[in-house]
């Protein structure tokens, strides 16, 4: 589930819901409402994060469900 409760698929896309510190190579900062298209969503992702995803500027990473809402 998303930060509002909705039901995430695979193929969904999502907007960030809050700013998100990059840490690793390049660093830099993912921006409240950037989009994410075509989520994944993993069972064995680092810590809690339970979606794979590329976003945008960033390239291939994982997320939480928790800082994502869905689109539509």
Same mark, same amino acid.
Not at 17 to 29: E, I, M, R
Not at 49 to 64: E, N, S, W, Y
């Given at each position: 589930?998303?930060?509002? =409760?909705?039901? /995430?698929?695979? @193929?969904?896309?999502?907007?960030?819901?809050? +700013?998100?510190? #990059?840490? $690793?190579? &390049?660093?830099?900062?993912i921006k409240?409402?950037?989009?994410?298209? =075509?989520?994944? /969503?993993?069972? @064995?992702?680092?810590?809690?994060?339970?979606? +794979?995803?590329? #976003?945008? $500027?960033? &390239?291939?990473?994982?997320?939480?469900?928790?800082?994502?809402?869905?689109?539509?």
């Amino acid at each position: 589930r998303d930060a509002v =409760g909705n039901v /995430l698929a695979d @193929d969904d896309t999502v907007t960030v819901v809050k +700013d998100l510190k #990059v840490s $690793g190579a &390049g660093g830099g900062v993912i921006k409240v409402g950037t989009k994410v298209r =075509g989520i994944r /969503l993993i069972s @064995d992702g680092v810590g809690d994060h339970d979606i +794979d995803a590329t #976003v945008p $500027g960033f &390239g291939r990473m994982q997320l939480k469900s928790s800082v994502v809402k869905k689109v539509g």
